[in-house]
Protein backbone atom coordinates (compact mmCIF):
# COMPACT_ATOMS: atom_id res chain seq x y z
CA UNK A 1 0.00 0.00 0.00
CA UNK A 2 1.43 3.48 -1.03
CA UNK A 3 0.13 6.69 0.18
CA UNK A 4 0.66 9.90 -0.93
CA UNK A 5 0.30 13.56 0.26
CA UNK A 6 0.56 16.69 -1.74
CA UNK A 7 1.57 19.94 -0.32
CA UNK A 8 2.63 22.93 -1.88
CA UNK A 9 -0.38 24.57 -3.72
CA UNK A 10 -2.35 27.80 -2.56
CA UNK A 11 -3.07 31.20 -3.80
CA UNK A 12 -0.81 32.81 -6.82
CA UNK A 13 -0.99 35.64 -9.17
CA UNK A 14 -0.82 34.57 -13.26
CA UNK A 15 2.80 34.93 -13.92
CA UNK A 16 3.97 33.52 -10.84
CA UNK A 17 5.46 30.06 -9.71
CA UNK A 18 4.53 27.90 -7.20
CA UNK A 19 6.04 24.01 -6.42
CA UNK A 20 3.76 21.11 -5.64
CA UNK A 21 5.33 18.67 -3.68
CA UNK A 22 4.12 14.83 -3.18
CA UNK A 23 5.07 13.07 -0.76
CA UNK A 24 5.20 8.88 -0.95
CA UNK A 25 5.40 5.80 1.57
CA UNK A 26 6.62 2.76 0.52
CA UNK A 27 9.95 1.19 -0.46
CA UNK A 28 10.23 0.89 -4.05
CA UNK A 29 9.39 4.58 -4.91
CA UNK A 30 12.02 4.92 -6.97
CA UNK A 31 10.41 2.13 -9.39
CA UNK A 32 6.90 3.33 -9.64
CA UNK A 33 5.51 5.61 -12.56
CA UNK A 34 4.68 9.12 -10.77
CA UNK A 35 2.19 11.57 -12.15
CA UNK A 36 0.28 14.88 -11.64
CA UNK A 37 -3.38 15.68 -12.38
CA UNK A 38 -5.26 18.24 -12.04
CA UNK A 39 -9.40 18.78 -12.19
CA UNK A 40 -11.93 21.84 -11.65
CA UNK A 41 -15.18 21.41 -10.58
CA UNK A 42 -17.70 19.40 -13.62
CA UNK A 43 -14.31 18.65 -15.37
CA UNK A 44 -13.33 15.36 -15.89
CA UNK A 45 -9.72 15.17 -14.41
CA UNK A 46 -7.13 16.06 -16.61
CA UNK A 47 -2.98 14.58 -17.30
CA UNK A 48 -0.27 16.99 -16.20
CA UNK A 49 3.04 15.48 -16.40
CA UNK A 50 4.58 12.14 -15.35
CA UNK A 51 7.78 10.72 -14.75
CA UNK A 52 8.73 7.01 -15.18
CA UNK A 53 10.56 4.64 -12.71
CA UNK A 54 14.14 4.28 -12.83
CA UNK A 55 13.26 1.23 -14.52
CA UNK A 56 12.42 2.92 -17.58
CA UNK A 57 15.01 5.79 -17.25
CA UNK A 58 12.51 8.08 -15.46
CA UNK A 59 11.59 9.46 -18.73
CA UNK A 60 9.19 12.67 -18.55
CA UNK A 61 5.88 13.67 -20.09
CA UNK A 62 3.56 16.91 -20.29
CA UNK A 63 0.43 17.65 -21.68
CA UNK A 64 0.59 20.28 -24.25
CA UNK A 65 -0.77 23.06 -21.84
CA UNK A 66 1.99 22.97 -19.57
CA UNK A 67 4.83 22.20 -21.88
CA UNK A 68 7.28 24.90 -21.42
CA UNK A 69 6.13 26.16 -18.21
CA UNK A 70 5.74 22.90 -15.71
CA UNK A 71 8.37 20.67 -14.62
CA UNK A 72 8.30 17.43 -12.75
CA UNK A 73 10.97 15.95 -10.98
CA UNK A 74 11.30 13.22 -8.18
CA UNK A 75 13.58 12.75 -4.98
CA UNK A 76 14.23 8.64 -4.75
CA UNK A 77 16.01 9.36 -1.59
CA UNK A 78 13.42 11.25 -0.32
CA UNK A 79 10.58 9.61 -1.78
CA UNK A 80 8.84 12.85 -3.14
CA UNK A 81 7.89 13.83 -6.46
CA UNK A 82 7.47 17.37 -7.30
CA UNK A 83 5.97 19.98 -9.62
CA UNK A 84 7.00 23.31 -10.36
CA UNK A 85 4.77 25.48 -11.90
CA UNK A 86 6.39 28.44 -13.50
CA UNK A 87 4.39 31.65 -15.66
CA UNK A 88 1.16 30.39 -14.27
CA UNK A 89 -1.97 31.49 -16.05
CA UNK A 90 -5.32 31.87 -14.82
CA UNK A 91 -6.27 28.42 -16.52
CA UNK A 92 -4.23 26.61 -14.26
CA UNK A 93 -6.54 26.89 -11.11
CA UNK A 94 -7.55 23.56 -10.35
CA UNK A 95 -6.90 21.18 -7.54
CA UNK A 96 -3.65 19.02 -8.45
CA UNK A 97 -3.66 15.34 -7.69
CA UNK A 98 -0.51 13.23 -7.54
CA UNK A 99 -0.90 9.33 -8.81
CA UNK A 100 1.26 6.66 -8.42
CA UNK A 101 1.91 3.30 -10.53
CA UNK A 102 3.61 0.39 -9.33
CA UNK A 103 3.88 -0.43 -13.00
CA UNK A 104 4.05 0.11 -16.52
CA UNK A 105 0.92 1.86 -17.58
CA UNK A 106 0.22 1.46 -21.52
CA UNK A 107 -1.89 4.75 -21.83
CA UNK A 108 -0.12 6.74 -18.84
CA UNK A 109 -2.22 10.08 -19.00
CA UNK A 110 -5.25 7.91 -18.42
CA UNK A 111 -6.23 8.53 -14.82
CA UNK A 112 -8.45 5.15 -13.82
CA UNK A 113 -5.36 3.03 -14.82
CA UNK A 114 -3.20 4.61 -11.64
CA UNK A 115 -3.18 2.35 -8.06
CA UNK A 116 -2.60 5.38 -5.79
CA UNK A 117 -3.67 8.52 -5.47
CA UNK A 118 -3.31 11.54 -2.89
CA UNK A 119 -5.70 13.88 -1.96
CA UNK A 120 -5.39 16.84 -3.77
CA UNK A 121 -3.91 20.33 -3.29
CA UNK A 122 -5.77 23.47 -4.36
CA UNK A 123 -3.71 26.08 -6.49
CA UNK A 124 -5.85 29.14 -7.61
CA UNK A 125 -4.38 31.47 -10.14
CA UNK A 126 -6.09 35.14 -9.63
CA UNK A 127 -5.36 38.24 -12.12
Known amino acids: QVQLAESGGGLVQAGGSLRLSCAAS????????MAWFRQTPGKDREFVAL??????????DYADAVKGRFSISRDNAKNTLYLQMNSLKLEDTAVYYC??????????????????WGQGTQVTVSS
Open 51 to 60: IYGNGHGENL
Open 26 to 33: GRTFSSYT
Open 99 to 116: AADPGWINEPRTPRLYDY
